[in-house]
Every structure is written in structure tokens, then in C-alpha cells.
């Protein structure tokens, strides 16, 4: 087996099973045992986070690639990082909170806590790291992996009160003080296999808990947790992943407080960027407001003096409208009585007598002239 490490300090842990996304009632247990369990982490660290005043130093909230070999690939949202050898100890071979961890066929890594919990995935894995509270000022630490197939070895030094270190499956959780053991997801089952200390398995609904002690396995379906003493089979393959996981060195752990005081320091830097931009941004507004201000009472003014303007173009043509009609019914009335008097004066073209006498002349005409 290929060597490898992870550090972190916890006081539970929660041992999943295998996650198919075509069993969706086993998708659905699973997002809420991890829901649940965040909650629970949330209140502890909050907890611990309240009572503590004295600052402490910044911790990696996550975990360090110690070791890689063969196809490791880490997948942060819609971006996909492979880690080779060359990157470990930088800031792109380190899993994060909400981070997922694949490996290939031929795909083995080990990482390490700051807290020192140390985790080995074998091929064809896939885990995620729910959730990662590291104070190691205060000797505290919340851990939480979801496995969804492959196998994880994992081996968590002893953890202070208030810590945790948990696993969880589709079908199982585990929680744990301190021990060495492996998690398998197969074919929709997940066996834990425990080599020192304790592991204290539930099954899928919580309905039924076994403790199981070193030497024992504990295989958990959707319905049972059932536990047997560990076959020459299972110790070998115990003895095969627990061997050689390589820590983080002092090296790498100089690497890693640079990278940490590296961050700080930017994020310190970017802070003060934001507050100046801030300012910047809160002056340029004032000043806007300010000419918006002023723009707008050019505007009203402007309107006004339009206003008053339009209103005398239109009292001049009102004015105008009104004289020129009275012109017009004046010049009306004078044509009309002009006309009048021009009837009066004109002679009728026929009298009555020359009208009389045309008719006796019609008369006295014999027919045929």
C-alpha cells in the first residue's frame, strides 16, 4: 500500500455507507444524519468559541495531502483540481470544508489534521469533508466525513472533551474518542473494521447502536448492524492500510504555517482594501447624491421658466384667436349690409303692365302663325 496522512483533532465519529444516486430514500437519510450531525457540531464549537476570549492563532480548517499515488483529483464546486506529487504541501492539495476527494483505480492518499487524525483513502473512493472546526489554542476540533464509496482508514489520536471525529455512510454512522479503523462502501453496505480502541456504529435510522471494540468488525445493511471478530482476511488488510501513513513533516509543516501566515496576511490586505473601497465608494455616492441633487433642481427650474413660457405663447394666441374673430364678424356683418342695400337699389326686369300686355298679344295670334 502506498503511504499516507491526515491530522485533526475530534471527539466523534460517524461512519457512513456506500451513497447510490439511483436510491434516493438512502440519499435522503443520508443528507439528514449529515445534517444532523452539523447541527450538532455547530452548537458544540459555538459553544466552545463563547467560552473561550484569549486569541488564538489561525488553524487550518481542513486537511493536508500528505501522499499521493496513482489518480487523486480534488473538486471544489465546478472546478477539479489532480494532485500529483509536486503540489503537496500547497494550498491546491489541501481538502477544505465542503470539499470532495476522488480517487481512481489506482488512486491512494494519505492526509493529515493539524489535530493530528491521520486518513488514508484507498482506490476508486469517494469522500466529502462536511464539515472541519480545528482550534487548536483551545485543544478543540469538529470533524465530519461522508463516505460515498471506496474505503477509508482512519486513524484519530485521543480527543479532548467537546471534540469530535465522525463517519458517515448511506447506511451507518460511526463516532469515536480514539482508534484505528477502516470504513468500506460496497455494493450498498458499509463494514468497520476496528483495530484498536472502540467505534460506536448506528444503522441508518439510528434505531439500533453497537460498540465495537478492536478486533471486531461491524457490517451495518439498511436494516441491522451486525458484529463479528475479525477474520486473518480483515487483519491483513487492516495491518496493509494502517502501515506507513506518512505524516506531515517538519518541512511540510513550515509549508503549511507559511501558507497559513500567507493568508493572513492577504486577508488582512484585502480587508483594508475593502474598507478604503468602501469609503471610496461611500464619498462617491455622497457626491452623486449631490449632483443628482443639484440636476435635478436645474431640471425643475428649467421646467418652470418652460412652463411659464408656454403659457404665454398661449395667451398670445388666445388673444390673437380672439381679435382676429372679431374682426371676421365685423367684416361679415359690413358685407351683409352692403348687400342688402345693392337689392334695394336694383329696378325689376318685367312690370305688371308689360307682363299684361304680353299675354293679349298671345292671344290675339291665330293658330298656325
Known sequence: MQPFLFQT???????????????????????????AALAVTFALATGVIACKDKKTPADLQGAV??????QVTLIKGDTQTTV?????YSKEAMLLSGM???TGKDGKVD????????????????????NAQVLTGENFSQTLIRIDSGSLYTKVNRLEKGSSFSLITPTATASVRGTDFLTKVEEGESSVLVQDGAVAVTDDE????????????????????DVKPLDEEDKKELQEYGSNIQGITEQGRQQIDSILQTFEENKAEIMKAIEGQKEANKELIEGQKENNRKLIEG??????????????????????????GKEDVKK??????????EQKSQKPTNTQSETQSELDRIKKQKPGN
Open 100 to 102: 470532495i476527494l476522488e
Open 84 to 88: 500529483t506529487a509536486d503540489k503537496l
Open 111 to 130: 492526509m493529515q489534521f493539524q489535530t493530528g487524525t491521520q486518513l488514508r483513502v484507498g482506490p476508486s473512493s469517494r469522500i466529502k469533508l462536511e
Open 332 to 341: 361679415n356683418v359690413e358685407e351683409g349690409r352692403q348687400g342688402i342695400e
Open 65 to 70: 495531502l500528505t501522499a499521493v499515488s496513482g
Open 206 to 225: 439510528f434505531k439500533k447502536e453497537e460498540v465495537v471494540e478492536g478486533g471486531n468488525k461491524a457490517e451495518v445493511d439498511n436494516t441491522s448492524v
Open 299 to 324: 431640471q425643475l427650474e428649467s421646467n418652470r421658466q418652460l412652463m411659464e413660457q408656454q403659457k404665454e405663447r398661449d395667451r398670445e394666441a388666445k388673444e390673437a384667436i380672439e381679435s382676429q
Open 9 to 35: 483533532d475530534l471527539k466523534k465519529q460517524i461512519d457512513g455507507r456506500r451513497f447510490s444516486e439511483s436510491d434516493r430514500p438512502m440519499k435522503s437519510n443520508v443528507l439528514r444524519r449529515t445534517a
